[in-house]
């Protein structure tokens, strides 16, 4: 008896925790436009409540969150009751989840009716709700709590997509917008009264430039697009919201005076026809399997839409029946959101560790307490630079936001500040290097900071993870060389010719197959041409193209070993910086020994000159331009698509075939987009490798 009413007891703490957590997350959501957990997150808290209330419905208080739909409606506007209810959707994480809710509403209809679905993009916005009266655009409002929302009419006449007089002449031929689907009849007879739904949000690309402009000011960025579009929609200035580029996208009717489509295909092409911007991926199968499938072809995609999505939403075609289906609660039975993974959760920062990349460059790292964000556990990650960490007033012990995208690597977004203790430490760049104690040193007009000691041992990992992706030794990954560098076998990328066989099975993992095929990989790499070992070495300044431009011009490791600054100059696109360079490496002992030992290992090309005539390659005659950050160094990239024909140059024209896009891409992602130059992901540009 007592252990059960302790059990009460501690169910109703929670709940009650629950309802203020949740309370002040709504808060500083819908009213603050600035929420300091994920949406996962906070789904994760609402469904908690849910499950614990509906376990025990009597504990359930009118105050609870879960009795509200949607937001607190703000004081700042006038309000405008909604002439129906402004729903939103259920939502599911997987196909199973969509699977059923299609079984749970079969039950409710009638048998034999043949269902279609209609799959769209979930934009992740604001919602707006447009009303127009005899045509002309009267009055605009937010969702606010579902029945009543907030007026914000001045700052949606700003929004250039919003029409303001329909059916909107067609730009192209003058005439009334393109007629599709019969719906001729329609656009001539627009409802007097009719409200448009649609989703207001910033594009990527706008919010990437917006928010750099705003770094450079010295001001506070937006968290995400959401909510820099909210903020601009509901300030009371709209000279201010006229000056951000402010999208839309419509999909549903609320309320029409007159006929209006009765089915979500029609209806979208009925609201393109009339004016209203609508999204051109929307896709209408016949069976709900095509549909999600559908749907999850785009959780890679993601990244391809100029918007952010959280995912796809699946409607039943036939308006009527899902008006017959009703809702539950605030959610239509008739449609639901199939979710994206979440890309970011908070954690708490342990601790920071530091990098030091092949040229010195001190990278610091997140150490933190492990999370799942988006299917995969994430302990590291990368913290950029130490002025960003100022910037954002980073401390270890803190709840931070860890955020992942793409291909990109995780990293550390910023801290949630509020939930601090007091007891968070101050994150200070380091005086002395931690791997070698030499003064760090800062260079004029850069962020980052560098430790200048060229045989720092904390770059040993990084010039052997270089070394080893340039000469293609598989099955030698960054665990793998880092191991080998902790228990002393490496100390140099020489050393991994040296590696014999019963070494590699002391160590852990290490059975017979996976030992005799990485000795099988550095075997292979000692046949790599001479471009690629001169480029493997890591030399400053000396990426794949220039290393070609060496290994052409002297034709072997000796005869390169011996240049001068005045013999380097010669060759066509060596400058006096990467002479200095080279010569500055070749002269420095470490390094002659160290090609004394991989020429001892058997590694000493001569000119191989069919790898630097790359024809009949798969990207032969192609040429391609590198921007942004990638999974690989860029070299490593360029390399890949050396070996394979294709050029690399460094700006993008007409001529160029394709510009490959990593993530924080700028403008020449930019110049691609304006030239129509194809424009390829890295996942893109290793299907076309792989070919
Ligand atoms: S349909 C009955 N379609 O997602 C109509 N909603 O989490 C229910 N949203 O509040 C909404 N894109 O504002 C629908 N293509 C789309 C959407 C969409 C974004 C928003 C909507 C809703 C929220 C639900």
């Given at each position: 008896?007592?252990?059960?009413?302790?059990?009460?007891?501690?169910?109703?703490?929670?709940?009650?925790?629950?309802?203020?957590?949740?309370?002040?997350?709504?808060?500083?959501?819908?009213?603050?436009?600035?929420?300091?957990?994920?949406?996962?997150?906070?789904?994760?808290?609402?469904?908690?409540?849910?499950?614990?209330?509906?376990?025990?419905?009597?504990?359930?208080?009118?105050?609870?969150?879960?009795?509200?739909?949607?937001?607190?409606?703000?004081?700042?506007?006038?309000?405008?009751?909604?002439?129906?209810?402004?729903?939103?959707?259920?939502?599911?994480?997987?196909?199973?989840?969509?699977?059923?809710?299609?079984?749970?509403?079969?039950?409710?209809?009638?048998?034999?009716?043949?269902?279609?679905?209609?799959?769209?993009?979930?934009?992740?916005?604001?919602?707006?709700?447009?009303?127009?009266?005899?045509?002309?655009f009267a009055q605009g409002a937010t969702r606010g709590d579902g029945s009543i929302g907030e007026d914000i009419t001045p700052n949606l006449r700003t929004v250039r997509s919003v029409p303001l007089k329909i059916p909107v002449a067609d730009s192209k031929s003058g005439?009334?917008?393109?007629?599709?689907?019969?719906?001729?009849?329609?656009?001539?007879?627009?409802?007097?009264?009719?409200?448009?739904?649609?989703?207001?949000?910033?594009?990527?690309?706008?919010?990437?430039?917006?928010?750099?402009?705003?770094?450079?000011?010295?001001?506070?960025?937006?968290?995400?697009?959401?909510?820099?579009?909210?903020?601009?929609?509901?300030?009371?200035?709209?000279?201010?919201?006229?000056?951000?580029?402010?999208?839309?996208?419509?999909?549903?009717?609320?309320?029409?005076?007159?006929?209006?489509?009765?089915?979500?295909?029609?209806?979208?092409?009925?609201?393109?026809?009339?004016?209203?911007?609508?999204?051109?991926?929307?896709?209408?199968?016949?069976?709900?399997?095509?549909?999600?499938?559908?749907?999850?072809?785009?959780?890679?995609?993601?990244?391809?839409?100029?918007?952010?999505?959280?995912?796809?939403?699946?409607?039943?075609?036939?308006?009527?029946?899902?008006?017959?289906?009703?809702?539950?609660?605030?959610?239509?039975?008739?449609?639901?959101?199939?979710?994206?993974?979440?890309?970011?959760?908070?954690?708490?920062?342990?601790?920071?560790?530091?990098?030091?990349?092949?040229?010195?460059?001190?990278?610091?790292?997140?150490?933190?307490?492990?999370?799942?964000?988006?299917?995969?556990?994430?302990?590291?990650?990368?913290?950029?630079?130490?002025?960003?960490?100022?910037?954002?007033?980073?401390?270890?012990?803190?709840?931070?936001?860890?955020?992942?995208?793409?291909?990109?690597?995780?990293?550390?977004?910023?801290?949630?500040?509020?939930?601090?203790?007091?007891?968070?430490?101050?994150?200070?760049?380091?005086?002395?290097?931690?791997?070698?104690?030499?003064?760090?040193?800062?260079?004029?007009?850069?962020?980052?900071?560098?430790?200048?000691?060229?045989?720092?041992?904390?770059?040993?990992?990084?010039?052997?993870?270089?070394?080893?992706?340039?000469?293609?030794?598989?099955?030698?990954?960054?665990?793998?060389?880092?191991?080998?560098?902790?228990?002393?076998?490496?100390?140099?990328?020489?050393?991994?010719?040296?590696?014999?066989?019963?070494?590699?099975?002391?160590?852990?993992?290490?059975?017979?197959?996976?030992?005799?095929?990485?000795?099988?990989?550095?075997?292979?790499?000692?046949?790599?041409?001479?471009?690629?070992?001169?480029?493997?070495?890591?030399?400053?300044?000396?990426?794949?193209?220039?290393?070609?431009?060496?290994?052409?011009?002297?034709?072997?490791?000796?005869?390169?070993?011996?240049?001068?600054?005045?013999?380097?100059?010669?060759?066509?696109?060596?400058?006096?910086?990467?002479?200095?360079?080279?010569?500055?490496?070749?002269?420095?002992?470490?390094?002659?020994?160290?090609?004394?030992?991989?020429?001892?290992?058997?590694?000493?090309?001569?000119?191989?000159?069919?790898?630097?005539?790359?024809?009949?390659?798969?990207?032969?005659?192609?040429?391609?331009?590198?921007?942004?950050?990638?999974?690989?160094?860029?070299?490593?990239?360029?390399?890949?698509?050396?070996?394979?024909?294709?050029?690399?140059?460094?700006?993008?024209?007409?001529?160029?075939?394709?510009?490959?896009?990593?993530?924080?891409?700028?403008?020449?992602?930019?110049?691609?987009?304006?030239?129509?130059?194809?424009?390829?992901?890295?996942?893109?540009?290793?299907?076309?490798?792989?070919?």
């Amino acid at each position: 008896m007592a252990e059960g009413r302790q059990v009460t007891a501690n169910l109703q703490k929670r709940l009650a925790e629950l309802r203020e957590q949740i309370n002040f997350h709504s808060h500083r959501y819908h009213v603050l436009d600035d929420p300091i957990i994920s949406d996962a997150e906070y789904d994760r808290l609402l469904r908690e409540l849910i499950q614990i209330e509906t376990e025990h419905p009597d504990w359930i208080t009118p105050d609870s969150p879960t009795q509200r739909v949607g937001a607190q409606v703000s004081e700042k506007f006038p309000k405008v009751p909604h002439p129906a209810p402004i729903l939103s959707l259920a939502n599911a994480f997987n196909g199973d989840d969509v699977r059923s809710w299609y079984t749970r509403i079969s039950k409710l209809i009638p048998a034999g009716r043949k269902i279609a679905f209609v799959v769209e993009p979930k934009i992740d916005g604001l919602t707006v709700i447009l009303h127009y009266r005899n045509s002309v655009f009267a009055q605009g409002a937010t969702r606010g709590d579902g029945s009543i929302g907030e007026d914000i009419t001045p700052n949606l006449r700003t929004v250039r997509s919003v029409p303001l007089k329909i059916p909107v002449a067609d730009s192209k031929s003058g005439s009334h917008a393109r007629i599709s689907g019969g719906m001729g009849a329609a656009t001539a007879n627009i409802p007097k009264r009719l409200v448009v739904r649609g989703e207001a949000f910033i594009e990527t690309k706008d919010f990437e430039k917006m928010n750099k402009q705003i770094e450079k000011a010295g001001g506070k960025t937006f968290a995400n697009p959401r909510n820099a579009g909210a903020g601009f929609l509901r300030q009371l200035d709209p000279s201010i919201t006229a000056k951000r580029p402010i999208n839309l996208l419509c999909y549903a009717i609320v309320d029409a005076d007159g006929p209006t489509p009765r089915s979500q295909w029609e209806l979208l092409e009925y609201l393109s026809a009339i004016g209203f911007p609508v999204t051109d991926i929307a896709k209408k199968f016949d069976s709900l399997d095509k549909a999600i499938a559908y749907c999850e072809t785009w959780i890679d995609k993601r990244d391809k839409l100029s918007f952010e999505a959280d995912g796809m939403v699946i409607k039943i075609d036939d308006l009527d029946l899902q008006q017959e289906l009703g809702f539950v609660g605030k959610d239509p039975r008739g449609a639901i959101a199939l979710k994206f993974p979440a890309r970011e959760a908070t954690t708490k920062l342990i601790d920071i560790g530091v990098n030091i990349g092949r040229t010195g460059v001190m990278a610091p790292y997140a150490i933190l307490e492990a999370v799942n964000v988006g299917g995969v556990t994430i302990e590291r990650a990368t913290l950029h630079n130490f002025n960003d960490i100022a910037r954002k007033d980073i401390r270890i012990g803190d709840r931070v936001i860890v955020k992942r995208s793409g291909d990109v690597i995780p990293y550390v977004s910023g801290p949630v500040a509020v939930v601090r203790t007091g007891k968070e430490k101050k994150i200070e760049p380091p005086k002395k290097c931690p791997f070698c104690d030499t003064p760090i040193v800062r260079r004029e007009g850069e962020v980052a900071i560098y430790c200048p000691n060229r045989d720092c041992p904390g770059k040993l990992d990084r010039a052997v993870q270089f070394f080893v992706a340039v000469m293609d030794i598989e099955g030698l990954g960054e665990k793998i060389a880092s191991q080998l560098i902790e228990v002393g076998l490496v100390e140099n990328v020489a050393d991994i010719y040296s590696i014999k066989r019963d070494q590699l099975l002391q160590l852990e993992k290490f059975a017979d197959k996976k030992t005799d095929n990485l000795l099988q990989s550095i075997e292979n790499s000692k046949t790599q041409p001479l471009d690629r070992l001169i480029a493997a070495l890591g030399i400053p300044h000396v990426g794949g193209t220039v290393a070609e431009s060496l290994a052409a011009h002297f034709g072997s490791i000796d005869e390169f070993m011996k240049a001068t600054e005045e013999k380097l100059t010669e060759i066509e696109g060596i400058g006096p910086t990467i002479a200095a360079s080279i010569v500055e490496w070749t002269q420095r002992k470490t390094n002659r020994d160290l090609i004394a030992r991989l020429k001892k290992a058997g590694l000493n090309p001569k000119i191989d000159r069919a790898t630097l005539k790359p024809s009949g390659g798969k990207l032969s005659g192609k040429t391609f331009v590198i921007t942004g950050t990638l999974s690989k160094p860029r070299d490593e990239i360029a390399s890949m698509i050396k070996s394979a024909g294709g050029k690399v140059i460094d700006s993008v024209s007409q001529k160029t075939d394709y510009v490959v896009v990593g993530d924080s891409a700028g403008s020449k992602y930019a110049k691609a987009q304006e030239l129509g130059v194809a424009i390829l992901d890295e996942a893109a540009l290793m299907k076309l490798l792989k070919g």
